[in-house]
């Protein structure tokens, strides 16, 4: 294999450089605005299951509304009493079809628990499910799972931080999880 001149260095650089210049493929949108019935619940030491941190939520339904979807958000105070009955996926998202009547529904579902420490700051690893269905067939819901370590720096800091320090990782597979369902709703 020869080495690399300056010509080879010049013309790889120019298609880098080109390739920051190429446009984005259009955002996959639905025909027509659709209700979305957004329910999101957070796990970890303790029993009871907790709301989503507002940064999280507000990540959601900003992906939701971009795509022509007109989300509905549920408080953890009328949830809470069914998840802790509740704790299968299947059965939380038959219950959250039948508040919805139309459209569809979107469930996310995180559990952050503490790992380590590493270098004086705080390894947790968040994990979780999004669920996202047909309000009409909650059985047939696609889902995505994320699994990500953040790191925090204090001790008095507990899940909803470890979550919404994992905002960015929920929003990018909430945005997958959207492009495929629309996809395979034509």
């Given amino acids: 294999m020869r080495p690399w001149n300056r010509r080879d260095l010049l013309l790889s650089g120019a ?3 080109a390739s920051g210049c190429m446009p984005k493929p259009p955002l996959i949108t639905a025909s027509s ?3 979305v019935v957004l329910a999101g619940v957070l796990s970890g030491k303790q029993r009871k299951p907790s ?3 507002e940064g999280v939520m507000r990540r959601l339904a900003r992906a939701l509304e971009s795509r022509k979807l007109v989300p ?3 408080e953890m105070d009328e949830v809470r009493p069914t998840f802790e009955q509740k704790r299968g996926t299947p059965q939380r998202l038959e219950w ?3 508040k919805a009547g139309e ?3 979107l469930l996310v ?3 952050a628990f503490y790992d380590t420490q590493i270098q004086g700051r705080l390894r947790w690893t968040v994990r979780g499910t999004l669920s996202l269905g047909s309000a009409a067939a909650p059985a047939s819901a696609v889902q995505r799972t994320i699994d990500t370590a953040v790191f925090l720096q204090f001790l008095h800091q507990a899940e909803a931080e470890a979550a919404l320090e994992a905002a960015t990782t929920i929003e990018r597979a909430a945005q997958r999880l959207l492009d495929d369902w629309l996809r395979a709703q034509g």
């Fill in 33 to 35: 605005a659709m209700p």
């Fill in 96 to 98: 959250l079809a039948d």
């Fill in 72 to 74: 509905k958000s549920l």
């Fill in 15 to 17: 298609a880098f450089a």
């Fill in 109 to 111: 579902e995180l559990a």
């Fill in 51 to 53: 709301a989503l941190p």
């Fill in 103 to 105: 459209g569809a529904v």
